[in-house]
Structure formats: structure tokens, C-alpha cells
């Protein structure tokens, strides 16, 4: 068996048969595709098991809900394939995506591709950083691109992955795959890329986690930075990456900042980079302005710009 490919499934019934049916158009066929089914309580289970008994590569878990990162591990676990990739249950990838990843990979730890964003009305291609001598390059890339920071559109050499016991961390369910993918940069010898977009990130889908933010996925940003933070500074990278988590800490704070109830919690959650209002690249000037006025912890100023912007 060549590559597995681990497809987490939850309730995702609407665009499901679309994804299955694009892992078996794949032009390269050695693979096994395993689909693991985290508690749908809607009909993926049983499109799933539809395509299962059409095609032996297709291989069907159905569990009780454990969360994305669970069942990517379980997915890591059942896999018998010498290479590893992962596809979203509302995406899908191109018929050359297993064949021209296995192309590029040569003796590299992993290899991955540009992506194509689908809104439905309009596609647009998303370049991702292209590999250099330099492991640090990667780093900056992944931690400023959203995009290209997920696990989806990449090849992993499956010894690479056991060696260094990557996996998911489980519990949490936004955000859990940056982790995976900066220790994945961190700890390879080199990575190959594909210049093509090959794997079909879904935006029209409006049930997606990007489209339904809550307390839990800011809670679980929060958690995924706090380790990435550990991580670098495990690895003596802190100093020269601080930046980067620091900015994306201060973004995750946007809940509380259109939330007239948690006003005062501006100033209680990693106050520490507030100090970076005005040269975080992510935020705009409406955004830096109430912010500002937080800092200041002028409340009363702040709800009435909210009511009114």
C-alpha cells in the first residue's frame, strides 16, 4: 500500500460524496482511503458506506464523537500506507494530487501543493511559500499564512511522521492542526512543493468551523498558541518567532472586542500584547482603534462604537 488518505467525516452529508468521489478519481490508485466518521447524525455514514461497498480502497470507522483531531489520529493508527495525507470532508483535491505529491517528495519528509479557494461564485488561487535552504523561512511562512499552515494539502513520508510521534492534539478542535504542521517543518530534514493547486479548499461551505466561530474555538486558539509558544521555546526559537504568536493572540481577541459583555476581559487575557495594537499586520485601523480605547479601558466609549460602526 502506497498512501492512505484520512478523511475525518462530521455531518457532512452535503458535500461528502463530492470529496469521496475525488480521492477515487485519483489518477494514481494505490491507496487506501480511510474515512472515519466521528458520530454524523446525518446521512455521511451512510454515503460513506455507499462508496465503501462500491470500492475495497475505501475503508469506513464509524465512531461515537471524539472531535476532528481524534479522529485524524485513529486515522493515523488504522494507516498501512508508506505515505500519509489528510482531505477535509467538504474539500477535495484534484485528480493528480496523490501522483504529482509522490512525484515531488524524492527524500523529503513531506511535499505540498498550492490551493485553490472555491467560493462557489468565484475560484482563486492561494500560493504557499516556496521551500528554501532555510527551515526558518517555512516557519514564517506557515505562522503568517492561515491558509498554508494546515496539514490538507500536503504528502507525509508515514516513517517521518512515527519517528517523531507527530500526531493531533485532542480536545481541541480549532486550530489543532497548525500545531501539527509547524512541528512537522521544525523537525524535517527537507520539504518538496508542487507549484500547482491541486487540493480544493471548500469556502462556500458555511457550516465550516472558518464560518462558525465560537468561545470554544477562541478558547481552543488560545490553547493552540500557548503550546506553540512552549514548543519554541523548547527549540530556541522563541526569540525569534515571539512575534508571530504574539500577533495571532492579539487577533483571537476580536470576540471579545464586539462583545459589549466581555469588554473587561480585554485587558485580563495575555494583556502582554496588547502593546502590539498598532503594528499587528492582521488588524485594520477601525479595529486598532477600539482596541485602543480598551487598552485604555474606556468601556462606556467603546460600547457606543460598537453600537454604531
Known amino acids: 500500500m502506497k498512501v492512505s488518505v484520512i478523511i475525518p467525516v462530521y455531518n457532512a452529508e452535503k458535500h461528502l460524496r463530492t470529496c469521496l468521489e475525488s480521492v477515487k478519481g485519483q489518477s494514481f490508485g494505490d491507496f487506501e482511503a480511510i474515512v472515519v466518521d466521528d458520530g454524523s447524525t446525518d446521512g455521511s455514514g451512510l454515503i460513506a458506506d455507499?462508496?465503501?461497498?462500491?470500492?475495497?480502497?475505501?475503508?469506513?470507522?464509524?465512531?461515537?464523537?471524539?472531535?476532528?483531531?481524534?479522529?485524524?489520529?485513529?486515522?493515523?493508527?488504522?494507516?498501512?500506507?508508506?505515505?500519509?495525507?489528510?482531505?477535509?470532508?467538504?474539500?477535495?483535491?484534484?485528480?493528480?494530487?496523490?501522483?504529482?505529491?509522490?512525484?515531488?517528495?524524492?527524500?523529503?519528509?513531506?511535499?505540498?501543493?498550492?490551493?485553490?479557494?472555491?467560493?462557489?461564485?468565484?475560484?482563486?488561487?492561494?500560493?504557499?511559500?516556496?521551500?528554501?535552504?532555510?527551515?526558518?523561512?517555512?516557519?514564517?511562512?506557515?505562522?503568517?499564512?492561515?491558509?498554508?499552515?494546515?496539514?490538507?494539502?500536503?504528502?507525509?513520508?508515514?516513517?517521518?511522521?512515527?519517528?517523531?510521534k507527530l500526531g493531533f492534539p485532542e480536545g481541541i478542535s480549532y486550530s489543532e492542526d497548525l500545531l501539527f504542521v509547524i512541528k512537522a517543518i521544525c523537525l524535517s530534514r527537507s520539504v518538496s512543493k508542487v507549484a500547482e493547486a491541486l487540493y480544493v479548499y471548500n469556502r462556500a461551505n458555511d457550516g465550516s468551523a472558518t464560518h462558525s466561530f465560537s468561545r470554544k474555538h477562541e478558547a481552543d486558539c488560545f490553547t493552540v498558541l500557548e503550546m506553540l509558544e512552549d514548543y519554541f521555546k523548547?527549540?530556541?526559537?522563541?526569540d525569534e518567532f515571539h512575534i508571530f504568536i504574539e500577533w495571532r493572540m492579539l487577533l483571537n481577541k476580536v470576540g471579545i472586542v464586539f462583545d459589549p459583555e466581555r469588554l473587561p476581559e480585554f485587558?485580563?487575557?495575555?494583556?502582554?500584547?496588547?502593546?502590539?495594537?498598532?503594528?499587528?499586520?492582521?488588524?485594520?485601523?477601525?479595529l486598532r482603534i477600539l482596541m485602543s480605547i480598551l487598552r485604555l479601558r474606556l468601556y462606556p466609549l467603546a460600547r457606543l462604537a460598537i453600537k454604531h460602526r
Open 267 to 286: 485587558n485580563s487575557i495575555h494583556p502582554e500584547v496588547n502593546s502590539l495594537i498598532w503594528s499587528n499586520p492582521f488588524l485594520h485601523r477601525k
Open 50 to 164: 455507499e462508496v465503501s461497498a462500491a470500492d475495497p480502497r475505501f475503508k469506513v470507522f464509524h465512531r461515537s464523537n471524539h472531535g476532528v483531531s481524534a479522529s485524524r489520529n485513529f486515522g493515523l493508527e488504522k494507516a498501512r500506507g508508506e505515505f500519509i495525507s489528510f482531505v477535509d470532508s467538504d474539500d477535495s483535491i484534484d485528480p493528480a494530487f496523490l501522483e504529482k505529491l509522490l512525484g515531488a517528495i524524492g527524500d523529503a519528509d513531506f511535499a505540498f501543493c498550492d490551493i485553490l479557494l472555491d467560493s462557489g461564485a468565484a475560484k482563486e488561487i492561494h500560493r504557499c511559500w516556496t521551500p528554501g535552504a532555510a527551515m526558518k523561512d517555512s516557519l514564517r511562512s506557515a505562522l503568517g499564512d492561515g491558509w498554508c499552515g494546515a496539514p490538507w494539502n500536503k504528502l507525509y513520508r508515514k516513517s517521518f511522521l512515527a519517528e517523531n
Open 234 to 238: 523548547e527549540q530556541g526559537l522563541w
